[in-house]
C-alpha cells in the first residue's frame, strides 16, 4: 500500500469553480501535511501545510485535515486559469538524524478554462 | 533571491552512456535532496546529503545511480550505463537543516533526462 494515495485526474473545470482535491494516507503516525503546485516543466512549490486536523485558510486556498479518516483535501475558491496545474499532496516524516523525508502522492492535474 | 539551479534542463543521451546532472542549492542551505519524477507521478525520493556525506541513499534504485556533494554545496548527481527506464524528470530541492515549520524543500525546476 502507498503512504500517499491521490486521484491523478486530469480534472477541468470553468473559471470561477470551487476545486476539491483529495488525498489518502497510510499511517496514522504522520503529522505534518502539504500541498505542493506544480506548472507544466516546472519545479514543485510549497502551497500549503498543516500539521492538525482542521481546515487551514490561505486567500483562495484552504486545506483540510482528517485524521480519523486519513483524509487531506485542498479548496480552490473561484478557481482561476492560472490555477491550471498539477496539485501534489504530500506527507512530511522526520528522521532520526534531523532531515525531513517527504512522500508525494501522484499529483492531479487540473485545469481551469476560462 | 536565487533558487535552486539545476543544469543541464534538457539531456539526451544513449542507451549505456554515462551522464551527470548538476545541482546548485539556495546558498546557506545545508540539506539537499535528490528525487525523480517519472511521467504522470509525483517525485520519488532518491538520495539526501546534509553537507558532504549522504546520509540517506535508500532511495537509489541500483549501483549505477551515485551522488556527490565534495564540498557541501553543489551536488552531482552520476549515472552510468544509463537505461531507458531512467528516462525521468532528476528535481533537486534544498533546505535549511532544523526542525522548524519554515523549512520547507525548495525545488529546482529539473534536469529532464531522455535515454534514446
Known amino acids: 500500500q502507498k503512504e500517499v494515495e491521490q486521484d491523478p485526474g486530469p480534472l477541468s473545470v470553468p473559471e470561477g469553480a470551487i476545486v476539491s482535491l483529495n488525498c489518502t494516507y497510510s499511517?496514522?503516525?504522520?503529522?505534518?501535511f502539504m500541498w505542493y503546485r506544480q506548472y507544466s516543466r516546472k519545479g514543485p512549490e510549497l502551497l500549503m501545510y498543516?500539521?492538525?486536523?482542521g481546515n487551514k485558510e490561505d486567500g483562495r486556498f484552504t486545506a483540510q485535515v482528517d485524521k480519523s479518516s486519513k483524509y487531506i483535501s485542498l479548496f480552490i475558491r473561484d478557481s482561476q486559469p492560472s490555477d491550471s496545474a498539477t496539485y501534489l499532496c504530500?506527507?512530511?516524516?522526520?528522521?532520526?538524524?534531523?532531515?525531513?523525508?517527504?512522500?508525494f502522492g501522484t499529483g492531479t492535474k487540473l485545469q481551469v478554462i476560462p | 533571491g536565487a533558487g535552486v539551479s539545476q543544469t543541464p534542463s534538457n539531456k539526451v543521451t544513449e542507451k549505456g552512456k554515462y551522464v551527470e546532472l548538476r545541482c546548485d542549492p539556495i546558498?546557506?542551505?545545508?540539506?539537499l535532496y535528490w528525487y525523480r519524477q517519472s511521467l504522470g507521478q509525483g517525485p520519488e525520493f532518491l538520495i539526501y546529503?546534509?553537507?558532504?556525506?549522504?546520509?540517506?541513499d535508500s532511495g537509489l534504485p541500483n549501483d549505477r545511480f551515485f551522488a556527490v556533494r565534495p564540498e557541501g554545496s553543489v551536488s552531482t548527481l552520476k549515472i552510468q550505463r544509463t537505461e531507458r527506464g531512467d528516462s525521468a524528470v532528476y528535481l533537486c530541492?534544498?533546505?535549511?537543516?532544523?526542525?522548524?515549520?519554515?523549512?520547507?524543500?525548495?525545488f529546482g525546476n529539473g534536469t529532464r533526462l531522455t535515454v534514446t
Open positions: 504530500a506527507i512530511r516524516v522526520w528522521r532520526s538524524g534531523g532531515y525531513q523525508k517527504v512522500t
Open positions: 546529503f546534509q553537507g558532504t556525506g549522504a546520509a540517506d
Open positions: 498543516t500539521y492538525s486536523s
Open positions: 499511517n496514522s503516525a504522520f503529522q505534518y
Open positions: 530541492a534544498s533546505s535549511l537543516s532544523d526542525r522548524g515549520a519554515d523549512s520547507p524543500l525548495h
Open positions: 546558498s546557506g542551505h545545508t540539506a
